[in-house]
């Protein structure tokens, strides 16, 4: 009776144990567990998740997907266009520069990255749920005569849906609500051209 009460009770504590693992992961883990969309980091609720950070903003964004980091770009701010400055993001794998033109009124954003950076399924699985995890698939896929290329561990992301877009092939355009991207995609880099459609004057009225 002893040893059936020992069984029981190991396996309850290696039912807690798995419970545990699936529940809390650390930040980068390569939890090959999906998360629940409570704990998803892109439709979640959670402190971290997209939805979370920018729900209230407008504009498009540059999602780095390996490491999870946002690069916001935001032509105008307040109705006015940012004082022409330029900013760089570094990372281990790529790098991003932005361009402010303001006499032309466009924000110009050169991505570039490592060969190899291409999108870790293991590692992302471990931060969204399973409905988001093909998402991000479907944002990478390369069709057509670009099939075979390198995919690239980069999405557009249009801040005021949370809807993920492909940066894959050689010419990609996007009309979001107010907002255009032209996006020029090589083997290791892009270029992205966004404005406004919407006069920066009619934010003022």
């Not at 964004?61 to 999870?68: A, I, Q, Y």
């Not at 033109?101 to 060969?115: A, N, P, Q």
């Amino acid at each position: 009776m002893g040893g059936y009460r020992i069984y029981i009770g190991v396996l309850f504590l290696v039912f807690i144990c798995f419970w545990g693992m699936g529940c809390k992961r650390e930040e980068g883990s390569f939890n090959l567990l999906l998360v629940n969309e409570a704990e998803c980091r892109l439709c979640g609720d959670g402190e971290d998740s997209l939805k979370s950070i920018y729900g209230q903003c407008q504009g498009v964004g540059l999602l780095c997907l390996n490491d999870w980091r946002m690069v916001e770009i935001q032509p105008y701010v307040n109705g006015h266009m940012k004082d022409g400055s330029i900013s760089h993001v570094w990372a281990d794998a790529y790098s991003v520069r932005i361009e402010e033109i303001m006499d032309r009124g466009i924000t110009l954003v050169h991505y570039t990255s490592e060969k190899g950076d291409t999108l870790d399924e293991d590692r992302v699985s471990g931060f969204l749920c399973a409905a988001c995890i093909d998402k991000v698939k479907g944002s990478v896929r390369i069709y057509g005569k670009h099939e075979g290329r390198e995919k690239k561990a980069v999405c557009l992301v249009d801040l005021s849906t949370m809807c993920l877009y492909g940066l894959q092939q050689s010419f990609q355009y996007y009309m979001f609500d107010d907002h255009y991207v032209q996006a020029s995609c090589q083997a290791d880099r892009i270029q992205l051209t966004v404005f406004r459609t919407r006069s920066a004057d009619l934010d003022m009225l």
